[in-house]
């Protein structure tokens, strides 16, 4: 999602601009560019070249450099960005840009900058008394109404002792933000469509306290959930147990075995144009339910009994249907994924190839390869399963548009 984005990243005078470092990092392992310009009260908290290692470009940092080779740098600096970050944003900072003064480079720039057109977050960041004066409150206000979105800062412990409301959002929680805000400038490409997702584990149960699972944690599922509603989709999501949170704004249904999901889905499949199912559903389940616990004997022999193909149904009356399938694999990637696209007449199916760390079963990272039906395969490196639903999406909306 972030790949040939870039993000222009101020940092103005606070402790926490030593984050600013790793939300620098974040964004550029997440494929952005990232071109910085601090204040000069930043440079009291970390160096220009500290940020320029980083990210690989010149910091820029004063107005007047005639090293810049450039009298109207902070114009130059305003056209390039497709977003504009401040982190941390300090009173004094909020207050100019409330006002429109412009008395260094960073304030000046963004008098060339307009939050309707492109988007601005801003992360405060100081005391909680600071943050509670009502100029401070009153200039966010009036950021707000000019279309800046700000980061309403973490609650805990201050860098001067102090306890309360003023720490600057994670890092990882800003990557997020922006993502979601370059996503929604960058337009809402599922509008219209309906893409049915499934997520996580199903359970088999035994008894009443024992069943058959397995490691699957939902995240790839829900990832693709979150990703699909962010573009504008629809979504509705049948989903096995997971500890997650739900993403906002999705038809959530929770389910417990294969049987639920199939039944749900099957429900649910005609109003979508999009199937993706990430959901690892038990194969098998016990031939017998035992309504009472079942106590320890000699020894156990478990009979099970095959479970409905749940993609197979949906493969065999997908009419005009885009059918995803995921594939975890631990040998013969390929062709064992190749064959599970033919036999369930999927369009495209995701494998994850499980002898690989950072891949497949509740980890945060995937690493796949996307195979299509005209027989072209897409090796993609390692990278968070958010980014993944992107990818995924990506391709997706290229083949269904056809
Ligand atoms: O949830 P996470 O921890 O993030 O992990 C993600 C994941 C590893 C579970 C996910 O990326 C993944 O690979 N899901 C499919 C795993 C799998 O076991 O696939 P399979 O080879 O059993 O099934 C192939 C496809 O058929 C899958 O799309 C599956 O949803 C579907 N299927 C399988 C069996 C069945 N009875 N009904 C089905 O619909």
């Known amino acids: ?203 088999e149960p035994l008894d009443p306290v024992r069943f058959i699972s397995n490691r699957s944690s939902g995240r790839m599922g829900y990832a693709l959930a979150r990703a699909a509603r962010e573009r504008g989709a629809h979504v509705i999501l049948v989903a096995g147990p997971t500890a997650l949170e739900p993403p906002p704004g999705v038809e959530l249904y929770p389910v417990v075995s294969a049987r639920d999901m199939h039944q749900k889905v099957m429900e649910k499949f005609p109003q979508a144009q999009i199937v993706i199912k990430s959901a690892a559903v038990a194969d098998y389940r016990p031939a017998e339910n035992s309504q009472q616990k079942i106590k320890k004997g000699r020894a156990l022999t478990l009979k099970l009994v095959r479970n409905p193909d749940i993609l197979q149904e949906i493969g065999s009356s997908k009419e005009k249907r885009f059918l995803v399938g995921f594939a975890a694999e631990t040998e013969n990637l390929r062709t064992n994924a190749r064959e599970k696209m033919v036999r369930k007449n999927l369009d495209m199916i995701v494998a994850n190839d499980l002898g690989q760390e950072g891949a497949g079963f509740a980890v945060e990272t995937n690493i796949v390869q996307l195979l299509f039906k005209d027989g072209r395969v897409e090796a993609l490196p390692r990278m968070s399963k958010y980014d993944l639903a992107h990818c995924i999406l990506d391709r997706v909306k290229e083949q269904y548009g056809r």
């Open 1 to 203: 999602m972030l790949k040939n984005k870039i993000v222009l990243l101020g940092i103005t005078g606070g402790i926490a601009a030593y984050k600013s470092a790793e939300l620098a990092r974040l964004l550029i392992k997440a494929g952005a560019s990232v071109q910085v310009v601090m204040t000069d009260h930043a440079l009291s908290f970390i160096t220009p070249l500290t940020m320029k290692s980083l990210t690989g470009r010149p910091v820029y940092t004063s107005l007047f450099n005639p090293a810049y080779g450039s009298a109207t740098i902070h114009i130059d600096l305003a056209r390039e960005p497709h977003m504009f970050v401040v982190a941390p944003a300090t009173a004094n900072f909020l207050g100019k840009l409330a006002a429109g003064l412009g008395d260094d480079l960073l304030s000046t720039l963004f008098l060339a900058v307009e939050p309707q057109e492109r988007p601005v977050l801003l992360a405060p960041a100081m005391n909680t008394a600071m943050f509670e004066n009502p100029v401070v409150r009153e200039n966010m206000e009036r950021l707000r109404l000019r279309g800046f979105e700000l980061a309403d800062p973490d609650a805990g412990t201050l860098a001067c002792g102090d306890v309360g409301k003023g720490r600057m959002v994670e890092p990882s929680q800003l990557l997020q933000l922006i993502r979601e805000k370059l996503v929604s400038a960058a337009g809402v490409d599922y509008r219209g469509l309906t893409v049915l997702v499934t997520a996580g584990p199903t359970r």
